[in-house]
């Protein structure tokens, strides 16, 4: 079974710029997850789908972040414009509707400079 | 809100010893509380969970327990072994169903000592 793929692994740019970040879950996952880890932190949850549906955006800074699953499948992450405190490591998840274990992809280390 | 609360940050323990690592939940309705190991650069890999119906669970030297009553739940990793040094985060939630979360403590960075 293939794991979940996420694409850039790294990314480098100045602050102001714009970033997108894609992720591809497990094949048959209807639930996603993109989490923002800081150096030294516990992941902390962005947005959550079920399938193309939004289900949680609460910490999602709203002004700045946005993200899509269009077909229910892959997803993409933006930030515009990015700040120096957007610095961290962007983890994507899935997890079968009714699992309980989230699989995580290797993850997108984004610098601000 | 909710909140998960890890302890402690830092552990160092010589090889062959046990660590303890030990978190707190706010939410009396979790019911999924995994645990997940991170080595350095790598993404985070379930290594133990417990569910709420389920007072301890042991695989191999890793064991978990969990006290509802007290809302905390503990990883207990006996005859350490350097390559058990890693970053180690405790969550909790309702794990699954169409809006199954998780809230992740801060984590454990572990190092044992050959």
């Known amino acids: 079974e293939a794991g979940v793929a996420q694409s850039p692994r790294y990314k480098i740019i100045e602050k102001r710029q714009s970033v997108a970040f894609w992720c591809n879950p497990i094949s048959g996952h209807a639930t996603l997850y993109w989490y923002q880890q800081i150096l030294g932190q516990g992941p902390k949850l962005l947005i959550q789908?079920?399938?193309?549906?939004?289900?949680?955006d609460s910490q999602l800074p709203k002004d700045r972040f946005s993200a899509e699953r269009l077909k229910g499948v892959d997803s993409t992450l933006k930030i515009q414009p990015a700040k120096l405190e957007d610095s961290a490591v962007y983890l994507c998840?899935?997890?079968?509707?009714?699992?309980?274990?989230?699989?995580f992809g290797p993850g997108t280390r984004l610098t601000v400079t | 809100g909710e909140n998960v609360e890890q302890h402690p940050s830092t552990l160092s323990v010589q090889e062959g010893d046990s660590a303890v690592i030990k978190c707190t939940y706010s939410?009396?309705?979790?019911?999924?509380f995994p645990w997940y190991k991170q080595e350095l650069g790598k993404r985070p890999q379930l290594i133990i969970d417990i569910r709420s119906n389920v007072g301890e669970k042991k695989d191999q030297r890793i064991a978990v327990t969990l006290n509802k009553t007290a809302k905390h739940f503990s990883l207990h990793i006996t005859e350490t072994q350097p390559e058990d040094s890693a970053v180690y985060f405790c969550a909790g939630g309702c794990g699954s169903g169409n809006t199954g979360k998780l809230i992740f403590g801060q984590g454990t960075t572990l190092q044992v000592k050959p």
């Open positions: 939410d009396s309705a979790s019911n999924y």
């Open positions: 789908f079920q399938n193309n549906g939004v289900v949680d």
């Open positions: 998840a899935s997890r079968d509707s009714w699992g309980y274990e989230q699989y």
